[in-house]
């Protein structure tokens, strides 16, 4: 086993997640690379004090310059401000160290295709987090999907909708102000990744952008709230995504459903541990949906438990990714999610965001 000194931009709540991911990574998933927590960079020194005693690090620092150029740092995560990631992830590849950023990868569009053009320049393994794709539950409807086990698909139609701000009288935040923060520049790319990943590339797409609440505590609000949109993808199939920040009652409403000529895959985040599938053949009077609990003949579930049924959280997909990342680093092999996935995702943003404003269909290609 060979040690590898992970460094940590941000120590928040995403901070923390891969922190104690990487803490733990080595024992669960019995990974060659053994992760050592060795630098977490914050805004001040006191919050960065604190994630260093708390989370176990080995030193800390409010420059994360510091942190990307100390050579004892070997791999970088960013979990700061998207309007941070592009430098950090530049300055990373510049030393060819792997970086892995959280969503969405940049600020802009621009700043994804920079990030890609810099990852690809050095030749620098990269990843970014889309942690809801890699529960067991969905890596085992990717896999129905690959072995055609409902035909030939017909439809696909998902939704990520939760109901932080669904109180029109919550206050302004940092969520209201600013495009990146808004639906589209934060739960989007969470269901964009998702129809990429089920359904590949998006052809064309109509969208409806909208803030419903302008105004929060005599403050204007200055993203959006909600989107839906229409979606032809490259293999014919249509399809519909809805993104919501204000859908009363939902909490982690990360679901889709996926339509075929032999049956149908539903799923929802809510249950996480449980996909249900449809399949049109035998008796009529038998036919239904099973409710297929995740066990250890799933993808990347025996590793936290022998027992079906038991199920994985939240802070398990982080997990999954950090042992994707330790993986594609010690085989010098990129695994997706990419930076170039990420790319995508921010190039359906931006065509949905366009889409609305013109009050018509778009070609992704044009973005």
């Keep these: 086993m060979t040690q590898i000194k992970i460094g940590i931009v941000g120590g928040g709540y995403m901070g923390k997640a891969h922190a104690a991911a990487y803490a733990s990574v080595g024992t669960i998933f019995e990974t060659n690379l053994r ?53 950090i992830a530049e300055a990373a590849f510049a030393l060819g160290k792997p970086v892995f950023c959280e969503k969405p ?4 569009l621009e700043d994804s ?32 999907l690959a072995d055609n086990a409902i035909g030939n698909v017909t439809y696909f139609r998902a939704e990520m909708t939760e109901d932080f701000l669904a109180d029109p009288d919550a206050p302004a935040t940092w969520r209201t102000t600013g495009m990146a923060n808004g639906c589209m520049g934060d739960l989007s790319p969470h269901i964009i990744n998702c129809a990429h990943a089920m359904m590949g590339p ?48 939902r909490k982690m409403g990360y679901a889709y459903e996926i339509h075929g000529s032999k049956g149908m895959i539903r799923f929802d985040g809510e249950d996480q541990n449980a996909l249900h599938i449809y399949v049109r053949e035998g008796d009529a009077a038998n036919q239904g949906f099973r409710k297929i609990l995740t066990g250890p003949e799933h993808p990347d579930y ?7 049924g038991h199920g994985t959280g939240y802070q398990d997909q982080i997990i999954i990714e950090a042992k994707d990342f330790l993986t594609a680093i010690e085989t010098k092999q990129n695994i997706w999610p990419t930076f170039a996935e990420g790319m995508e995702v921010n190039r359906i943003v931006k065509a949905a965001i366009d889409s609305s404003e013109k009050r018509a269909w778009v070609n992704v290609a044009d973005y």
Aim: aromatic share 6%; charged share 20%; hydrophobic share 40%.
């Design 302 to 308: 025996l590793p936290f438990c022998q027992g079906p």
């Design 202 to 249: 998006v052809k064309s797409l109509s969208a409806v952008v909208q803030t419903v609440h302008a105004t929060r505590g005599g403050e204007t609000v200055t993203n959006d709230d909600q989107a839906q949109f229409m979606m032809e993808f490259e293999s014919g199939v249509s399809g519909h995504i809805h993104a919501s920040r204000i859908a009363t009652g």
């Design 105 to 108: 990868l940049g600020e802009t």
């Design 35 to 87: 992760p050592v927590l060795e630098m977490v960079c914050a805004t001040s020194d006191t919050s960065a004090e604190r994630y260093k005693t708390k989370f176990g690090f080995n030193r800390c620092t409010t420059d994360w310059s510091v942190l990307v150029n100390d050579p004892d740092v070997d791999a970088v995560i960013i979990a700061s401000p998207q309007s941070t990631h592009r430098a």
């Design 113 to 144: 295709r920079a990030m890609l053009a810099a990852a690809d320049a050095a030749g620098a393994i990269n990843m970014v987090g889309f942690n809801y794709i890699r529960t067991p539950a969905s890596q085992y409807a990717r896999k129905l």
